[in-house]
């Protein structure tokens, strides 16, 4: 049976599978803290809405970080959780470590040499806790990146109930789901708007949902029925999230 374990540090939250547990959580904080120490020489890269130019000397954290957000068009910070969440399973990939699922907010970076299943939950409608992907170990790693407009103190622009991007990078699935939620206001939305971003190179597939209707673009993982009776009870939240559960 797959165990997961929490582990928070400053504002990051994450649930981790893998032997590689102290590994991972420690390459996550040593990547913040560079992330940290860039951001208090280049403010700008922190508050703004829209792509920066990186300073010459910019760790990798935030040079993947630019990098998504040059194919969005949104800020860099956009990008940060799924990110961290990747930078830590590779550490543990690279000393061959056959496991290491990494969640943070919502963000996932899978490798796993067995099926995972990860649970779909979009509020309290017709859906909710209904639906989960399920991965074969052939098309890992990948990442998931899941956002909402209404839950979470992340900041969004829309009112979608639940998005999740499908890529082999973290942050730009990080940062595409971010302007999905941006983007889908009403049910009419979902189609154009998984059009767009599903154009930006390096998407996979996404899902999102609004008001119990589902949208779905490109090739995402098999869709099963979710046989987890506490999916609410698993999401990722902090003292800053407006989730009640």
């Known amino acids: 049976m797959r165990v997961y374990r929490s582990f928070a540090w400053k504002d990051t939250n994450l649930r981790v599978a893998s032997p590689a547990f102290d590994l991972i959580t420690r390459t996550v904080i040593d990547e913040r803290r560079r992330l940290e120490r860039y951001i208090a020489r280049h403010p700008d890269f922190l508050t703004s809405l829209v ?28 990008a940060v959780a799924g990110t961290l969440a990747q930078m830590g399973a590779e ?4 000393i061959g470590c056959p496991e290491a699922i990494v969640e943070n907010g919502g963000d996932i970076y899978i490798h796993a040499d067995s099926p995972v299943t990860i649970g779909i939950y979009a509020g309290d409608n017709a859906i909710a806790g209904k639906l ?16 909402s407009s209404k839950m979470g103190h992340s900041l969004s622009f829309g009112r979608c109930d ?11 699935a990080d940062s595409a789901v971010t302007l999905v939620c941006n983007l889908i206001k009403t049910e009419k939305d979902l189609t154009p708007v998984l059009d767009d971003v599903g154009a930006i190179a390096g998407i996979d597939g996404i899902l999102a949902v609004k008001n119990g209707k ?18 609410r009870g698993k999401i990722t939240r902090d003292l800053r999230s407006d989730f009640q559960g």
Not at 214 to 229: H, K, M, S, Y
């Open 51 to 78: 792509p920066v130019v990186l300073l010459d000397d910019a760790p990798e954290v935030a040079q993947r970080m630019a990098a998504a957000s040059a194919l969005t068009g949104l800020g860099p910070m956009a």
């Open 214 to 231: 589902i949208g779905l673009w490109g090739r995402l993982p098999e869709l099963v029925r979710n046989q987890d009776t506490d999916s």
């Open 132 to 147: 989960a992907f399920r991965l074969d170990p052939a098309t890992l790693p990948l990442a998931l990146c899941s956002s």
């Open 91 to 94: 550490a543990a990939m690279a």
């Open 162 to 172: 639940l998005a999740t991007v499908v890529a082999k990078d973290a942050a730009l």
